[in-house]
């Protein structure tokens, strides 16, 4: 059994379904919007399940995974388990939704 939680574990089966290598990832993720701290290094120490990602990049990741719906609730459900103060993760988590629809996959702002 894989000691790690199961959102690294789900992490890192989205990234390879994909086809992308955890640079890629990051660069993907910075692409989508103006947020730092996404490196090739911050992507394996969520799928190590050393760091859960901050409620903007969690958001950022069902864009690029394409997620709705149950899928995304149960991908955000699994990160919250690992992050401290599950409450406080979601209502940030879900006070990042609006500024989804600023981003696209292409890294372009839509106006």
């Given at each position: 059994?894989?000691?790690?939680?199961?959102?690294?574990v789900?992490?890192?089966?989205?990234?390879?379904?994909?086809?992308?290598?955890?640079?890629?990832?990051?660069?993907?993720?910075?692409?989508?919007?103006?947020?730092?701290?996404v490196?090739?290094?911050?992507?394996a120490?969520?799928?190590?399940?050393?760091?859960?990602?901050?409620p903007?990049?969690?958001?950022?990741?069902?864009k690029?995974?394409?997620?709705?719906?149950?899928?995304?609730?149960?991908?955000?459900?699994?990160?919250?388990?690992?992050?401290?103060?599950?409450?406080?993760?979601?209502?940030?988590f879900?006070?990042?939704?609006?500024?989804?629809?600023?981003?696209?996959?292409?890294?372009s702002?839509?106006?």
């Open positions: 059994m894989d000691p790690r939680p199961p959102f690294a789900r992490l890192r089966q989205f990234r390879q379904s994909l086809g992308m290598t955890q640079a890629e990832l990051a660069k993907g993720v910075l692409g989508l919007a103006p947020v730092p701290g490196s090739e290094v911050t992507v120490h969520w799928e190590s399940g050393r760091r859960v990602p901050r903007l990049h969690l958001a950022l990741l069902l690029v995974f394409q997620l709705d719906g149950p899928n995304a609730a149960v991908f955000i459900r699994e990160a919250a388990q690992g992050h401290e103060g599950i409450r406080a993760f979601i209502r940030s879900e006070a990042t939704l609006p500024k989804l629809g600023e981003v696209d996959l292409e890294g702002s839509q106006e």
